[in-house]
């Protein structure tokens, strides 16, 4: 009799050549005939710990191997995504940022503006706002049917009408 195979995604990776397999499947409900989903986890031994977290798998059936494994990875689909890289040091995280912290920066302009007073630093910045800022495009002034207003309609718009 041929082994049973499955194919799912490791959700865990923690044991010691072990995995968790998570597989999806679709069932029709007895009463209401409606297909749902199913999911199922197997325990898996990966004698060579190749599997990570997110992998494709396919598993096959073998004999029992522990209280709750009784499969085996036979083959790795695809690779996934695992889990995030968390970075403790700092310097880890600038590097891996490509620059500075934002602390970091706002820590530099302190130090730089220490000797200022408060209304030079706020003219400085203003200046630096209206730097970057580029300037809006001339709009045409525009009446309410969409045509553009001229002196001529301007001024026949502002004499009372029946005066």
Not at 3 to 22: H, L, Q
Not at 108 to 115: D, L, M, S
């Amino acid at each position: 009799m041929p082994r049973k195979t499955k194919v799912g995604k490791v959700v865990s990776d923690k044991n010691a050549k072990t995995i968790v397999v998570e597989v999806h499947r679709r069932k029709k409900h007895p009463r209401y005939h409606k297909y749902i989903k199913v999911r199922k986890r197997f325990m898996a031994h990966d004698e060579e710990e190749r599997a990570t977290v997110g992998d494709i798998v396919r598993i096959i059936e073998s004999r029992p191997l522990s209280a709750r494994k009784r499969w085996e990875l036979a083959q790795i689909v695809t690779r996934g995504v695992g889990p995030e890289v968390q970075l403790q040091d700092e310097e880890g995280l600038v590097e891996a940022l490509g620059g500075k912290v934002a602390e970091q920066e706002a820590d530099e302009k302190v130090e730089q503006a220490e000797g200022e007073t408060v209304e030079e630093i706020v003219e400085v910045e203003a200046k630096a706002a209206l730097v970057e800022a580029p300037a809006p495009a001339p709009e045409a002034d525009a009446g309410p049917g969409g045509d553009e207003i001229t002196d001529e309609n301007k001024a026949a718009s502002e004499e009372p009408a029946g005066v």
